[in-house]
Nanobody, 125 residues
Framework: QVQLVESGGGLVQAGGSLRLACAAS????????MGWFRQAPGKEREFVAT?????????YYADSVKGRFTISRDNAKNTVYLQLNSLKPEDTAVYYC?????????????????WGQGTQLSVSS
């Protein structure tokens, strides 16, 4: 069982930066592949980024955020981060972190068993 709590959302101007954090409970955090997803009003939840378990040597991003967002993890702090740079109004959404016990990274929500409650990010133009 893993409990996830996101933080760091807020209101930011276009072009700005923000860092989201997701704190996980439990002592086996390093064994989970972690992902970030987002859901904008009226749209389906979509994949943003994922990082492999353990050392986090493998990352993968949605094309829409590649080069602007960076996912990282600190296993000592049981936390996964999402650094968001060059933000655009279309990045406005509720951002969710998720954990998967899979040994490989995944981009689909159904592969992630545990979810946080989400944090709202609003980007103004």
């Amino acid at each position: 069982q893993v409990q996830l709590v996101e933080s760091g959302g807020g209101l930011v101007q276009a072009g700005g930066s923000l860092r989201l954090a997701c704190a996980a409970s439990g002592h086996t955090f390093s064994m989970y592949t972690m992902g970030w997803f987002r859901q904008a009003p009226g749209k389906e939840r979509e994949f943003v980024a994922t990082i492999s378990r353990s050392g986090g040597g493998i990352t993968y991003y949605a094309d829409s955020v590649k080069g602007r967002f960076t996912i990282s993890r600190d296993n000592a702090k049981n936390t996964v981060y999402l650094q968001l740079n060059s933000l655009k109004p279309e990045d406005t959404a509720v951002y969710y972190c998720a954990a998967s016990s899979s040994i490989v990274i995944h981009t689909t929500a159904d592969k992630y068993r545990y979810w946080g409650q989400g944090t709202q990010l609003s980007v103004s133009s």
